[in-house]
């Protein structure tokens, strides 16, 4: 909050949650969207790496079907711009992770036969499609677990990021909201 200048943040993110709805799920992304304050004139929803860990079904880029990640982004997605017409919305990408309890993570394929690059290209593909800035941390968060230096500092689980880590998609976050506005 202290790099942006702005009055209030309202966090509505769930540790653990998906983008994607189906049994067992609970509180996907798609459900809680709605739920925001009605006054949110910045949005800005950051996750698929739940939904990749978990191997959930990718489905087609036009596709509203909420129980896939492609039809769970458009929901979402048109959701927001319906709602928030005036407001500033914009997606982050999952960052590269890899070790973190066994999931399958950015270069392994799981039983679908995807990875963390699939859902990160459907990220980039609905928010295209909807003129919703992307910022791509995926690819530029600075940030890998390949390389141990880094993992050992920043990614020290090789998933979720140590107070450095924090602190450096902090600055990433500020600055791509700073420049979009």
């Known amino acids: 909050k ?11 993110g769930i540790a653990g949650t998906r983008i994607t ?12 969207y ?13 996750g698929g790496i739940n939904d990749c860990n978990h191997a959930l079904p990718l489905g087609t ?9 492609y039809g769970a982004l458009n929901t979402i997605c ?7 017409p005036l407001a500033d919305i914009m ?5 590269k992770a890899s070790g973190f309890k066994g999931y399958r993570h950015w270069k392994v394929k799981s039983e679908n036969g995807l990875c963390l690059l699939d859902y990160r290209k459907a990220i ?9 800035p992307v ?7 600075g940030i890998t677990p390949d390389i141990p230096e880094i993992q050992k500092l920043l990614l020290p689980d090789g998933l979720h990021p140590s107070k450095e880590g924090y602190l450096k998609m902090a600055r990433k976050i500020a600055n791509f909201i700073q420049y979009r506005l």
Not at 124 to 132: A, D, P, R, T, Y
């Open 61 to 69: 880029v036009d596709s509203y079907d909420v129980e896939t990640f």
């Open 21 to 32: 709805k189906g049994p067992g799920w609970d509180q996907p992304f798609v459900d809680r």
């Open 2 to 12: 202290d790099m942006l200048p702005v009055k209030r943040i309202n966090n509505y």
């Open 91 to 95: 997606f982050i990408t999952p960052m």
């Open 135 to 141: 910022l791509d941390l995926f690819s530029e968060s």
């Open 78 to 84: 048109d959701g927001l711009q319906k709602k928030y």
């Open 124 to 132: 980039l593909e609905v928010c295209e499609n909807h003129s919703i």
């Open 34 to 46: 709605n739920h925001m304050d009605p006054e949110s004139d910045i949005i800005i929803v950051f």
